[in-house]
């Protein structure tokens, strides 16, 4: 009838009549129906906020031993990823639709030392460059690109360019008009860090000298980051360490330039250290391995270590005019070298950041400010080193980590997060006739047996997979949908039996 409330059946008994069994089966079979159905609807609502299971971590490497992962997305929905061994020599493999391809040798480090401080990025035409340092004490720091349709093919990348002579650390980044950016720290006293540009990866820019209020007895350390917002601000984050010796780390800054890098905002210390603490010249444990990312409305974010052995966080809503209060980020890991607390965005917004000590942690941020909980994804005990993050296609949030020390194996695993899908875009099927990568001859001190053409694949590992890690987040959610289901059929065999005696 016409504003007269319905209700289901089992609610409409009269419970002041004996209820036969068979009533009472049909009873609770309803009731768990209904339950089972709300939870199903409330699981899918709820989406957002529950965490997929990370697949079983997987190898990426066969051969020790890798180091300094750079995975770089792209928006032709592929993921690119370079690393280094110890004997020189860069490695490149992609990410496809059935796998990763072979991992490669594709370019050999001209100094003496291993390569160390891989940075990449990808410009939209296609090109893929690259930057590295001969070794970790203030060596030359060196350049060479790649498109990506080759990038696997050592014939394809260019020859190795010095950048500069000494360099500590360095980062690079390309803008919205294909201009590349490296800033690096050029290991002299009172030196923060430098700039310079290319149009095209061939011509560069003469340094520019970035605002400085070190003395003379610091100079720009090993860790520089480097990114570039959609209104071509630059965006710099950077530590001091002691000179002449270039050890320990003491501090950690950042600048912006929002004229091309010609001028700089004054150096800011998001965590500035006690009086105590700063003046401690006996202690190597100060604050070290700032971090700077760019998320998709003007938002920009810090992440360091800090001397206590936490990794703190800072963001600014104004493209780093003012920022915000610093928070912790996972439990207190000790004081560490094993790499910054790496930072990637999602097509929602939501930043991802990894972190590690003896096992690989992970957490993410919604635009809001809202954190999950730190999240335990690889507890398997290593010297892991160099995490990284990547998201891909929007929504496919992939890990990287090292064991540098142990096996020298690359580890990854990855998972989807709650997010949009990103559609590739087409693959550009030409290159620039001004700067087409032509076949060259591999290097002079590539040796004949592993370097015959730098293009011999390597043989794969088998396949070796850890048991994928625990979802509290699953299991919590089916007791707490579940847990009513239960209560109420024994709330209903309670009521039963009463109305029975």
Request: hydrophobic share 40%; aromatic share 12%.
């Amino acid at each position: 009838m016409q504003g007269q409330r319905m209700c289901p059946p089992f609610l409409s008994q009269n419970w002041n009549q004996p209820i036969e069994m068979k009533q009472l089966v049909k009873h609770i079979g309803q009731v768990v129906f209904l339950t089972i159905w709300i939870a199903l609807f409330v699981q899918e609502v709820a989406a957002q906020e529950l965490s997929p299971v990370w697949e079983p971590p997987r190898p990426i490497n066969a051969q020790c031993c890798a180091a300094y992962p750079v995975p770089i997305a792209d928006t032709w929905g592929q993921l690119h990823l370079l690393w280094a061994d110890a004997d020189g020599y860069i490695w490149y493999t992609r990410r496809t639709d059935t796998g990763w391809l072979q991992p490669r040798e594709v370019l050999a480090n001209p100094g003496r030392n291993p390569a160390a401080g891989l940075d990449a990025a990808v410009d939209t035409t296609g090109r893929l460059h690259l930057i590295w340092r001969d070794g970790s004490t203030g060596n030359a720091l060196y350049y060479a690109s790649a498109f990506v349709q080759h990038a696997d093919d050592a014939r394809f990348w260019t020859a190795p360019v010095e950048l500069a002579p000494k360099a500590l650390g360095a980062a690079l980044a390309v803008d919205a008009q294909n201009k590349v950016y490296v800033a690096y720290t050029p290991f002299e006293a009172g030196q923060s860090f430098t700039l310079i540009i290319s149009e095209d990866g061939l011509e560069w820019s003469q340094p520019i000298a970035a605002s400085s209020r070190l003395d003379n007895n610091f100079t720009g350390g090993s860790y520089v980051s480097m990114a570039i917002d959609a209104h071509n601000t630059i965006h710099v984050a950077w530590n001091s360490q002691h000179y002449p010796g270039g050890y320990p780390e003491h501090a950690v800054f950042y600048q912006r330039s929002t004229d091309g890098g010609v001028s700089w905002s004054e150096p800011y210390d998001p965590d500035p250290l006690p009086p105590e603490v700063d003046a401690n010249t006996e202690s190597n444990f100060k604050n070290k391995m700032l971090k700077v990312a760019v998320g998709p409305v003007d938002d920009v974010h810090l992440t360091w270590h800090q001397y206590t052995g936490y990794r703190f966080h800072r963001w600014s809503a104004d493209g780093g005019v003012t920022w915000g209060e610093k928070e912790s980020l996972f439990p207190d890991m000790g004081a560490a070298y094993n790499g910054p607390v790496d930072m990637a965005f999602d097509s929602s917004g939501r930043m991802h950041v990894v972190a590690s000590r003896a096992a690989i942690w992970y957490r993410s941020r919604s635009l809001d400010g809202q954190w999950t909980p730190p999240e335990l994804v690889d507890p398997t005990p290593a010297d892991w080193h160099h995490h990284r993050v990547a998201v891909v296609s929007g929504n496919q949030i992939y890990l990287f980590y090292p064991d540098i020390n142990e096996t020298g194996i690359l580890w990854s695993t990855h998972k989807t997060a709650a997010a949009p899908a990103v559609a590739p875009l087409p693959l550009p099927t030409s290159i620039p006739a001004a700067v087409t990568a032509t076949p060259r001859p591999m290097p002079a001190s590539a040796t004949a047996s592993v370097r015959a053409a730098l293009v011999a694949t390597v043989t794969p590992l088998p396949e070796i997979a850890r048991e994928a890690p625990y979802s509290a987040n699953t299991v919590s959610f089916w007791l707490l949908a579940l847990g009513p289901a239960f209560l109420l059929v024994g709330a209903v065999m309670i009521v039963y039996l009463r109305r029975q005696r």
